[in-house]
């Protein structure tokens, strides 16, 4: 696969995608690396279950054959014959992941501007690709390539949903992002009258979950260099100040007297309120305009008392 189709985003991922061993290989060559690779890997299964002393077939055919490789691996003893065999089965696995790495490549396209890197996507794949070649039976008659291609893109699909979008999809709905992409990109995009309502609304829905995340800090418009942040910060600074105000004025109005903290209150239209006049005050308490003013400077006072160093606040309240 040429490098224009698939554009790695830094050099490793060139690097091994033009390696000398990273060559299709011939179907007789992979048949017979298959079939080695399955003898190996019943041997293996035999000799660790004897260890183990696991009884029954289907026992034996449970177990991972990985953890069997890294448990022998892990063994201190010195036998030859099963550390060959986990040599044998390394290299044959190896050789048949190298040789199908460029199908990797070819299903990881489909996954572009996810959020992860071209390296990310060929390692997570090539993770499916090896869980492929442990998991292939030899009496298929399909190529291992035709089988890889579903665990390849669980594993891709798997990644990009844990790792980049803040809602997790399940694969039914990615598959159908990966088609709206890819047509997208083709310059052939599905008609909306081939498409339900639903199916309509759905995708819409999968692509608002996977739109990109913004930092905050990131800076928008071209005359201040302002960032989101700064507009999204509530309350603003004067806004601030007007609170602490009221904060202040709140707590000394809690040492008055109910009718003057109500008197107040109304006069001066705080909490919120509009500011009444003396008549408008004197009709709510029934009493006469005098006696609204009266009360409201002996509550004035008490406040000024209690606080001189908060008497610009009681001026800026009136």
């Not at 554009?7 to 060559?29: C, H, K």
């Not at 029954?56 to 449970?62: K, T």
């Not at 890819?182 to 692509?207: F, Y």
Request: contains cysteine; proline residues 3%; hydrophobic residues 40%.
């Amino acid at each position: 696969m040429s490098s224009e189709r698939f554009q790695p985003d830094d050099l490793s991922s060139l690097a091994l995608l033009n390696r000398a061993d990273v060559r299709l290989l011939s179907p007789e060559l992979e048949r017979e690396l298959l079939v080695e690779l399955d003898e190996c890997r019943k041997l293996l299964l035999t000799e660790y279950a004897r260890r183990r002393k696991i009884q029954g077939g289907a026992a034996i055919e449970e177990l991972d054959i990985q953890n069997v490789v890294r448990d022998m691996q892990a063994e201190k003893d010195d036998h030859e014959p099963s550390r060959s065999l986990v040599r044998r089965y390394t290299e044959c696995r190896t050789r048949l992941a190298m040789g199908n790495l460029r199908l990797v490549a070819h299903v990881a396209r489909r996954y572009r501007d996810r959020g992860l890197s071209t390296a990310d996507l060929l390692q997570e794949g090539f993770c499916g690709l090896l869980t492929a070649i442990d998991r292939y039976d030899v009496a298929n008659t399909t190529r291992l390539a035709s089988y890889a291609v579903w665990w390849i893109r669980q594993a891709l699909q798997r990644a990009v949903a844990a790792g980049v979008y803040p809602v997790r999809l399940n694969p039914r709905h990615l598959q159908k992002l990966a088609a709206s992409s890819v047509n997208a990109q083709d310059g052939a995009p599905k008609s909306k009258a081939g498409r339900s309502k639903t199916a309509e609304a759905t995708l819409k829905q999968i692509h608002l979950a996977t739109r990109p995340a913004v930092s905050l800090n990131a800076v928008f418009g071209d005359s201040n260099g302002s960032s989101l942040l700064d507009s999204l910060c509530y309350p603003p600074d004067e806004e601030t100040d007007n609170l602490d105000i009221d904060q202040r004025v709140d707590t000394l109005i809690q040492h008055l007297k109910p009718r003057e903290q109500t008197v107040l209150r109304l006069r001066f239209g705080l909490d919120g309120r509009e500011s009444q006049s003396l008549s408008q005050v004197s009709q709510v308490l029934d009493v006469s305009k005098e006696r609204v003013r009266q009360i409201q400077d002996a509550a004035l006072n008490k406040l000024r008392a209690l606080a001189s160093p908060d008497l610009a606040y009681c001026e800026a309240a009136r």
